[in-house]
């Protein structure tokens, strides 16, 4: 076993009665998750090297996973859920089936990215933003808040992705912060306004490029990444005055199944992906803001939203449908 991981092993093991015990054999540990497979091979492709446990790995929406363990119940193969968002950790943890991490694990994360049941804790961060473009749109003449892109001058020119994880929290914490009418009537607004629905945040970003919208609601990195490959990508972003409900900083995060078949390599692999590796990753090859009590900031103008209250992520998906965006 590589040197550091045996304070890794250590340190999610710690949770066990009577004290530290051997993690049991290399035997596979199922990982459902929502973040994609691009982002999460490599890493967890690291953790098996490091820890010498397989990992079986299942993709999916992260919607759709928490979907998919909600249905399954105590029948669920899985060991870790990742997921995209607090909302989904959230819906998991209300519906009791997430098991409670150690203290010392989740101690080492800023008390405002861990759930309150203590079953749940963020692995990055990530920023909503407006992304637009620098080619048609006047940094001086853009909108304060998210709400006023539903005015007539914005008509067809803004693009959201209404199937993606992050903009379902979004509008879960816009349901919490504004409640249920205020984002109905936002929703339907939009529709109404010609907002165009892409599939992802990468699209949205492509479609400014490509002169198809001129704004849109992605996530803060996926700009970083098209930057980095072309410094001349003609799209800029920025937030909404502070405080806007358009500038949520949301997780990404890891939680153990109360019915994990291997607790302790469940908790290494959660563990893993907080320790100074597994951070260096989602800053370095993501984009994503660290979680660590001695790196993380809060991200400037986000509103003072607690992310438990964004956890009723099917009664958003409920809203996205009846007012025919999903």
Known sequence: MHPRFVLITALAACLVAGGIRTPAPADTLTV???????????????????SGHTVRRVYDKTAAVALKLQTEGDRSPADVVLAQDAGALGALSRAGLLAPLPAPLTATVDERFVSNRGDWVATSLRARTLAYSTERVSANALPQSVFELTDEKYAGRVGFAPANASFQAFITAMRAAH?????????LAMKRNGVQSFPKNTAILEGIAAGEIDLGLPNHYYLLRFTEKDPGFPVAQTGFADG???NLV?????????????????????????????QAWFVDQIHEHPV???????VRGAPALNLNAIDDLNGTLTLLREVGLL
């Open 250 to 278: 949301n997780v990404a995060g890891a939680a153990v199944l109360n019915t994990s078949r291997q607790p302790e390599a469940a908790r290494q692999l959660v563990a893993f992906l907080l320790s100074a590796p597994g």
């Open 244 to 246: 806007d409900i358009g």
């Open 179 to 187: 409640g249920e009418d205020t984002a109905r009537a936002w929703l």
């Open 292 to 298: 660590s009590r001695d790196a993380a900031a809060p």
């Open 32 to 50: 459902y998750s929502g973040r994609s497979k691009s982002f999460m091979d490599a890493l967890l492709d690291r953790f098996e090297q490091e």
